[in-house]
């Protein structure tokens, strides 16, 4: 029997999503690179603690989805929505 995983990676691998997602929105907004956009690096650069934390378990999400509950699945689909919402919004 496997222990029960919870959805931890998985969120925080979505909250980097968000993050990135975000940032790249923002960058090609107005459909190229220039200097102004050097405040979105700085963002990320900010949220190096999300990032970090939404890559270093992503080698657990497999494991974690394995064993998602009816109500964790829930969950993970409700944050996935906010995060293309929050993405689509920026």
Known sequence: M???KSTK???EALD?????????????????IDLSDLA???NLAKQSP???AGVSGADEIPA????FSTEELVA?????IAVLKAIKEA
């Open 2 to 4: 496997t222990e029960a």
């Open 9 to 11: 990676e998985t969120m």
């Open 16 to 32: 980097a999503i968000q993050v990135v997602g975000v940032e790249v929105k923002k960058v090609f907004k107005d459909h190229k």
């Open 40 to 42: 979105s690096l700085a």
């Open 50 to 52: 999300v990032l970090i």
């Open 64 to 67: 974690e989805a394995k064993d």
């Open 76 to 80: 993970v689909g409700m944050k996935a």
